[in-house]
């Protein structure tokens, strides 16, 4: 359970970047098919994701050491 306090804002982001990779892939997309990324609704929630995880990660304070 301490682990999941540490990281608990990083989940965070993971998933509010999947559910904007799905709403992009459903809302814009690619309609011809070709774009790698947002081709499909896997490759862009787990490219949303990624991209979450990392900015929400700039908000993780805590293991800071500077």
């Known amino acids: ?10 989940v ?3 998933i509010i970047g999947a559910f904007g ?18 081709s499909s609704a ?3 929630s787990l490219y949303g994701a990624v991209i979450g995880g990392l900015f ?6 805590k293991n800071n050491n500077l």
């Open 21 to 38: 990779g799905y709403l992009y892939w459903r809302f814009i997309g690619c309609t011809s098919g070709t774009c790698p990324i947002t």
């Open 56 to 61: 929400f990660n700039m908000f993780n304070f």
């Open 42 to 44: 896997l490759n862009s």
């Open 1 to 10: 359970m301490a682990f999941f306090k540490g990281v608990r804002i990083i």
């Open 12 to 14: 965070a982001g993971v």
